[in-house]
């Protein structure tokens, strides 16, 4: 069964920290992994989309880390901000049955002053 | 720059009462979603359009139904209304089914079955 878990299910840090969250999947065979961010009452905005031959990826201060041979995947935040307060959703595609993307259920982040 | 909108943003029905949910999206995208959002699960896929003039089921496509009626607008309609589809639906679109195309997503449609 195609599977998408992370870690931690949630996280306060304090604003300026770094934070690091966890996405680990069973999802096979595999296509690409997407990292979204959802804001509390709006709706996924993506982070960034990394394929098998990529191992990492920057989008500002977000960046986006890789392993497809342990599938796992994580999501560095660096000098965290008030406005990083949201969950991080990863996402998995896989190619079998036309592109079908299975959803973590998301780390709920809290960043405080 | 609109992207994905979705009407209403909140709607209260009773048990057995239909209503439709409005989606449009002004990217000129061949491919637009339908999903569902609830507590402690991921988002779980209703229906999608491949492209303007055809539909597809999705992982959870009981209790619904959906018109592509143009290139732009993708609506979703309960025709029975039941406790259980109470969530948030969130409409999406994309330039084509392909996997490495990035989904964009509407702010949301809380709804509420009582």
Known sequence: KNQVEQSPQSLIILEGKNCTLQCNYTVSPFSNLRWYKQDTGRGPVSL???????????????????????????????????????????????????????????????VEL | NAGVTQTPKFQVLKTGQSMTLQCAQDMNHNSMYWYRQDPGMGLRLIYYSASEGTTDKGEVPNGYNVSRLNKREFSLRLESAAPSQTSVYFCASSQGLSSGNTIYFGEGSWLTVV
């Open chain 1, 48 to 110: 960034t989309i990394m394929t098998f031959s990529e191992n990492t990826k920057s989008n500002g201060r977000y960046t986006a880390t890789l392993d497809a041979d342990t599938k796992q995947s994580s999501l560095h935040i660096t000098a965290s901000q008030l406005s990083d307060s949201a969950s991080y959703i990863c996402v998995v595609t896989n190619t079998g049955g036309g592109n079908k993307l299975t959803f973590g259920t998301g780390t709920q982040l809290k």
